[in-house]
Structures are given as structure tokens and as C-alpha cells.
């Protein structure tokens, strides 16, 4: 306290003056300096995502102006100390006020080390899906199929089940679809196949697939199993549509017919007729 009180009396007041702003120069070249840097490596690496570049930015900027900040209160006289240990009392009042935004925050730091996804990527949480269009400290925005644009806290996302559909550059979908009883099933089985193959929107390696999973009430229920490329919302959407229209046509130039749900009602009569 003594060693900071004589600096600040043997100083004159222009001098702390010039000094201060000196340090605050400092400070915006250095941040500058350090800007640069980070977009320099991120630039040249692959390691280092858009969401990764803002949090270490971020963090290296509230180091830089804090060190200036202490290094300003010193030269006019002012004991750091005693301000740390009253911003450590509000510390814990903001903490205890603010526990889900800072929860949030430090959520948002793990997801960067973590890297479940990027921006661009399609992704399934618990209570949304859509393609990832902003990563910040705080939370996670994500654009749904029909347009919507969700807000997720970091600590939700964190704390949820990721499925990331993108993460190996394809993906495989399945349609269902019943056929008659009569009908030969290994016949629908190639008619299908044949069909799904194709399709453009779909890829030929791996192949498509056709599987008998279930008897159901009026049809055997074949799945049919096909894969795309760079997948997303849109491109689901409209490969199941080929890929339906196709099988479709397929079956009625085959005579293969796709049965409806059928229902036997008995009356009083005829049960007593039996």
C-alpha cells in the first residue's frame, strides 16, 4: 500500500495522465495484435472452428484489459487488493443471481473444447433439430426445418443427448412400405430394389437394401434402406420423396399391389349364425 501511495505522489498528475493513456493504447495494440494472430492461425489450421477463434479472442481480451485496468489503478494510487476482495463479495452475488447465465458460459467453453459440432452441421437434441447457424459463449441457434430459428442455452445443449447427422458426410434413411399378402416377396423385394437404385438423389455405395421387418395386419412391411451425401433437412426430404414416388410406380407397373388396412365386422346375426 505504502510502495503504491509514493509512486502515485511522486508522479505528477499530467504524467499518471499520460501514462494511463499510454497503457490504454497498449492495450487496444495488443488486442489488435492478438486479433490478428488468432485469425492468422485459424486461417492456416483446421483445428481452431469460427465458435473456438471468438472464445479464445474473448478470453485473451478480458485478460488484457484487466492487466491494464490494474496496472491504470496503480499508477493514480489505488490498492488492487482491496478491489479484488470487493469484487470477489459481488462476485458471488452475481453468481448466485446469474447461476444459469454463468452455467451457460461455462457450458459454452467445454462445447469448445469438446466439438460435438460446428456451424453448418445438422444435428438432433432432445427438443429441437435443424442445422447449427451460430455458436456463441452463451448459447446455440439452430435453424429448423420449417425456417424457425431456436436459441438454446449452452447448458441445455451440454446436457442433452447430440445426434449429429452430418458429422460422416452421409446418412441413411428408410422408407417403409406394405405389400399384398399374395404377392411373391422375394418379386417385391427385387421391383423395389431395382427401383430405389435409380434414384439420382441416393447414393450407389452402399448399396440400397430392401428387408422384410414385420407381418402386419394387411402387408408384409418392407423396409427399404438407402444412403445420401452431405446430408440435411432439405436433402432428406427429397430423397424420401424419390425414393417413395419411384417405389411407388415400381410396384403398380409390376402389379404388385400395396394393400389397405382391412377390417372384418361381424353383426349379432352373423355370429349366431355361426
Do not use: Y
Given at each position: 500500500m505504502l510502495a503504491v501511495a509514493s509512486l502515485a505522489d511522486l508522479l505528477p498528475v499530467a504524467v499518471r495522465l499520460a501514462v494511463t493513456l499510454?497503457?490504454?493504447?497498449?492495450?487496444?495494440v495488443t488486442l489488435d495484435v492478438v486479433d490478428a494472430r488468432i485469425t492468422a492461425y485459424a486461417e492456416a489450421s483446421d483445428t481452431l472452428t469460427q465458435h473456438q477463434q471468438g472464445v479464445v479472442y474473448r478470453v485473451l481480451q478480458?485478460?488484457?484489459l484487466v492487466a491494464a485496468g490494474i496496472a491504470a489503478l496503480t499508477i493514480w494510487g489505488v490498492d488492487p487488493s482491496g478491489l479484488l476482495v470487493g469484487a470477489g463479495f459481488l462476485g458471488i452475488v452475481i453468481g448466485t443471481a446469474a447461476r444459469t447465465t454463468i452455467g451457460s458460459l461455462i457450458a459454452g467453453l467445454v462445447l469448445m473444447v469438446a466439438r460435438p459440432f460446428e456451424i453448418g452441421d445438422w444435428i438432433?437434441?432432445?427438443d429441437a433439430e435443424g442445422t447449427v447457424t451460430d455458436i456463441t459463449v452463451v448459447?446455440?441457434?439452430v435453424r429448423n426445418p420449417s425456417g424457425e430459428e431456436v436459441v438454446?442455452?449452452?447448458e441445455n445443449v451440454l446436457n442433452a443427448t447430440i445426434t449429429n447427422r452430418t458429422s460422416l458426410d452421409r446418412l441413411r434413411l428408410s422408407v417403409a412400405v406394405g405389400v399384398d399378402y399374395d404377392a411373391d416377396i422375394e418379386t417385391a423385394e427385387d421391383v423395389i430394389e431395382d427401383a430405389i437404385t435409380d434414384v439420382s438423389r441416393i447414393l450407389d455405395?452402399?448399396?440400397p437394401q430392401v428387408v422384410p421387418t414385420a407381418l402386419g395386419d394387411s402387408a408384409i412391411v418392407l423396409e427399404c434402406r438407402f444412403w445420401?451425401?452431405?446430408p440435411s433437412p432439405a436433402k432428406r426430404s427429397m430423397a424420401t420423396a424419390a425414393v417413395v414416388?419411384?417405389?411407388k410406380t415400381a410396384l403398380d407397373d409390376a402389379d404388385i399391389d400395396i394393400p389397405y388396412p382391412h377390417r372384418q365386422l361381424l353383426t349379432e346375426d352373423d355370429s349366431l349364425q355361426a
Open positions: 499510454g497503457i490504454a493504447g497498449a492495450a487496444l478480458i485478460t488484457v438432433a437434441l432432445a448459447n446455440t441457434r438454446i442455452p449452452n455405395t452402399p448399396a445420401i451425401t452431405h414416388r419411384a417405389v
